[in-house]
């Protein structure tokens, strides 16, 4: 299940992007929570607790880089699911198919709001 928090500028294209990507892999409870990364030097990040992922976004991303970003923090979800632990493994993945993934999603659905 997904749950959205903290100050989520467009909750629909989260949801959006989640749908897309369960639809590909399941995953455990997943929260988003939007905050200023701005000093953190990061776009997103994950975390796992127990069961659950934490990833954070920078909420001042717009349009691709924010379904870029929160595709890339969902792969790592499925990395740490699968127990992929070598970093340079996990950035390549994760850069590949936040890509990949971005340009699915935007030739299946016509707007993104």
Same mark, same amino acid.
């Given at each position: 299940?997904?749950?959205?928090?903290?100050?989520?500028?467009?909750?629909?294209?989260?949801?959006?992007?989640?749908?897309?990507?369960?639809?590909?892999?399941?995953?455990?409870?997943?929260?988003?929570?939007?905050?200023?990364?701005?000093?953190?030097? *990061?776009?997103?990040? #994950?975390?796992?607790?127990?069961?659950?992922?934490?990833?954070?976004?920078?909420? +001042?991303?717009?349009?691709? =880089?924010?379904?870029?970003?929160?595709?890339?923090?969902?792969?790592?979800?499925?990395?740490?699911? $699968?127990?992929?632990? +070598?970093?340079?493994? $996990?950035?390549?993945? *994760?850069?590949?198919? =936040? =890509? #990949?993934?971005? +340009? =699915?999603?935007?030739?299946?659905?016509?707007?993104?709001?």
């Amino acid at each position: 299940m997904l749950y959205i928090s903290g100050q989520c500028k467009k909750p629909n294209v989260t949801e959006q992007v989640y749908d897309f990507f369960t639809k590909k892999y399941t995953l455990p409870d997943v929260e988003v929570y939007y905050c200023d990364l701005s000093s953190e030097g *990061a776009l997103g990040f #994950q975390e796992k607790n127990g069961d659950e992922f934490l990833i954070h976004i920078d909420s +001042n991303l717009t349009g691709d =880089e924010h379904i870029r970003t929160l595709f890339h923090e969902l792969v790592h979800c499925t990395q740490d699911i $699968r127990g992929v632990k +070598n970093d340079t493994n $996990r950035e390549q993945e *994760a850069y590949q198919l =936040e =890509e #990949q993934y971005t +340009n =699915e999603l935007m030739l299946r659905t016509s707007k993104l709001d």
